[in-house]
């Protein structure tokens, strides 16, 4: 299980690297949003530990994560993580949505979207997208929200070996509802 989180997490810098690429400059997104507030998962009944990146993963090629939790159960990781750069909401933000959410999971090898649906979240437009894949031959599935306010980006995924479990799919269900724009 610990290398499948390792490998998550390894999963977790990739999808930061694009967060730069998209971007268009690392250094332009590591300022972090404050503009928002999320339960921590790691406080009450559910079984994941707050976590930072253990030192074999070296998150250098783009922004850390804001949040990171570990399943206790499971070798699934739940990341969130914002980005401000001088970016506008445009009429063309579905778009931008979509465009991110294929940068963040660039490098996965046979990926394939289950499924995409918009929603919103405190009536801001929000895109979840369900991906498969491998990473290093290993099968992967990832659940991705993404959002934009102002002049940031957001993005909440899980991360975890094929085929994701119920309860850390509801756990993460649960994480992304608690998610809110002050």
């Known amino acids: 299980m610990r290398i499948f989180f390792t490998m998550s ?17 690392i250094r332009s997104v590591e300022e972090k949003s ?3 507030s999320v339960e921590d998962l790691s406080k009450g009944r559910f079984h994941w530990k707050k976590t930072n990146s253990p030192p074999e993963i ?13 399943s206790n159960q499971s070798a699934a990781v739940i990341s969130l ?16 949505l979509a465009a ?16 995409m649906k918009k929603f919103k979240i405190d009536q801001v437009d929000a895109l979840w997208s369900s991906v498969s894949g491998t990473l ?4 992967v599935n990832l ?12 993005d909440l995924i899980l991360v975890g070996p094929s085929p994701l479990s119920g309860s850390s799919l509801d756990d993460f269900r649960h994480f ?6 002050k």
């Open 176 to 181: 992304v509802s608690t998610f809110h724009f």
């Open 136 to 139: 290093n031959h290993a099968p």
């Open 9 to 25: 997490l390894a999963v977790i810098s990739g999808v930061l690297s694009s967060c730069s690429i998209f971007f268009g400059n």
């Open 81 to 96: 993580t914002s980005g401000c750069k001088g970016v506008t909401r445009t009429p063309q933000s579905e778009h931008n």
């Open 34 to 36: 404050t503009q928002y």
């Open 58 to 70: 070296e998150l250098t090629d783009g922004p850390r994560p804001d949040l990171v939790f570990e």
């Open 100 to 115: 991110y959410t294929r940068t963040l999971v660039m490098g996965i090898a046979e990926l394939k979207f289950t499924e």
């Open 143 to 154: 659940e991705i929200v993404v959002s934009q306010k102002d002049n940031c980006y957001y």
